[in-house]
């Protein structure tokens, strides 16, 4: 059995673009829920350019399956993610300029800073997941820093350059998968998903769950603008008719 967790940052990113109230990012999550997603995912960012903190409280009240938050490993976070208590946590790495999280977290450089975050999370019954590179030294720290979940980078993967270099990434992923598997890791992937490439990644047994956002997202956009733009005409005729 695989698991889809449904992303949802950029409902909040077209919210964001006029600072309004809509769309609402709770009622994209119980639309995924409606289509099967089996958790929902949001990314705090240090800079709020999406999800803000009102978000992350409504998701926590009203959400029907489990919560994953994803968000650097920062004192701020941690006390957030504390006082919200999501099912999960996932600790990836943010930089302010780039447009979304490229590459894993060097779990093997910062792992002072992951430990001790990781801990915390973990002694307030927070499961926690670690994104990192399909690398074997990775998988190894996350095990050795007492992570229960990794999540495996597959951007190398769906941005492979040919045919050769996608059957490598894909097998960076098995080998990576089954040594975190090995390790009593549970195994997530995510990262630059969509309709096509999605199949070869989902066929890795050793996977438990995906974790898609961009694909979904842009393709919710496009099978919903008949039914948008048809209910607009009808209230400016309604309107028109008096
Ligand atoms: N997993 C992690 C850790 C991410 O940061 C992201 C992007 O926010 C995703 C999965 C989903 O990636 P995409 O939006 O490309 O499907």
């Given at each position: ?43 705090l960012?240090?800079?709020r350019?999406?999800i803000q903190d009102r978000d992350l409280r ?22 957030i ?162």
């Open positions: 059995m695989i698991h889809l967790g449904v992303n949802i940052d950029h409902v909040a990113t077209v919210r964001q673009a006029r600072r309004g109230a809509q769309p609402e990012v709770i009622h994209a999550a119980a639309l995924a829920v409606l289509g099967g997603a089996d958790s929902i995912t949001i990314h960012r240090e800079d350019r999406h409504l998701l926590r009240e009203v959400a029907t399956v489990p919560l994953n938050l994803e968000m650097a490993a920062t004192e701020e976070m941690t006390a993610a504390i006082a919200s208590l999501p099912a999960c946590v996932t600790l990836v790495p943010e930089k302010r300029e780039e447009l979304t999280t490229e590459g894993g977290l060097d779990v093997v450089t910062h792992q002072n800073a992951i430990g001790q975050c990781l801990k915390a999370l973990k002694a307030h019954g927070v499961a926690v997941s670690l994104f990192i590179d399909p690398d074997a030294r990775q998988v190894e720290m996350a095990r050795f820093l007492g992570a229960d979940t990794i999540e495996l980078q597959t951007g190398s993967y769906s941005e492979a350059i040919n045919a050769a270099d996608r059957e490598a990434r894909l097998a960076d992923l098995k080998t990576a998968a089954r040594l975190a598997r090995q390790c009593g890791l549970r195994v997530h992937a995510g990262h630059g998903l969509d309709y096509h490439n999605v199949q070869a990644v989902a066929a890795i047994a050793d996977i438990v769950e995906l974790n898609i956002g961009h694909s979904i997202i842009s393709r919710a956009i496009l099978v919903g603008m008949v039914e948008a733009v048809r209910a607009m005409k009808h209230a400016m005729v309604e309107g028109r008719r008096g």
